[in-house]
């Protein structure tokens, strides 16, 4: 989820279990769960790698973020309060200071985060829950996005703000699709998704 890993990585479990400095057995059974959430591609025991994702399933993942993350934008706009703004701004900070620092797995903890906390502004677990696991097979894509796209990543973010703060669910609704969107134009034209494979 942090794309930390670009898409197409191997993943060694005894390595991670190093540099964690823990055992074998934690690592694996968190790898397994990964595999089984679709944010790991298990090919053999020796071969787990991060999945590069196909055109069709990057589009049917993106249209699904953006009514979910649309109504939890609108469900943020109604309940926010002034701390909730205030946390959302400081967010926004952060990941303006990572992006001038060319730290794009910052910029991606903090967009994500900035994400994820519409949905719990809204007082929405459960799309939360569902957004996780959409996040965990974007992450990698979404990491080598802001690479290129820079400024645009973030740029909705302060539209969304704006509605939030003015408690206009539509507006928050539209800007953050719009920042949905946008970042995916950038993976679309950069070639970052693979070819549907002779199977299907």
Not at 36 to 59: M, T, W
Not at 171 to 190: C, F, N, V, Y
């Amino acid at each position: 989820m942090s794309g930390a890993l670009s898409p197409g990585s191997r993943l060694k479990i005894r390595e991670l279990a190093d540099q964690m400095g823990v055992s074998v057995t934690p690592v694996r059974d968190a790898v397994l769960r990964l595999v089984n959430n679709g944010g790991l591609l298990f090919q053999s025991p020796r071969d787990i790698r991060v999945p590069v994702i196909e055109r069709a399933r990057y589009l049917e993942i993106r249209a699904i973020r953006m009514e979910l993350e649309g109504l939890a934008a609108e469900q943020a706009a109604i309940h926010a309060s002034t701390q909730d703004i205030a946390f959302l701004e400081a967010l926004l900070q952060e990941n303006e200071e990572a992006l001038a620092a060319g730290d794009y797995q910052q910029c991606l903890r903090m967009n994500q985060r900035f994400h994820f906390a519409l949905s719990e502004i809204g007082n929405m677990p459960i799309l939360r829950e569902l957004l996780e696991n959409l996040w965990l097979q974007m992450g990698p894509l979404i990491s080598s996005g802001y690479k290129e796209g820079g400024r645009t990543m973030v740029e909705h973010h302060y539209t969304v703000i704006e509605a939030v703060r003015n408690a206009d669910g539509t507006a928050a609704r539209s800007a953050i699709r719009k920042d949905i969107l946008e970042g995916g134009k950038i993976l679309l034209l950069r070639g970052a998704l693979s070819a549907p494979s002779p199977a299907n």
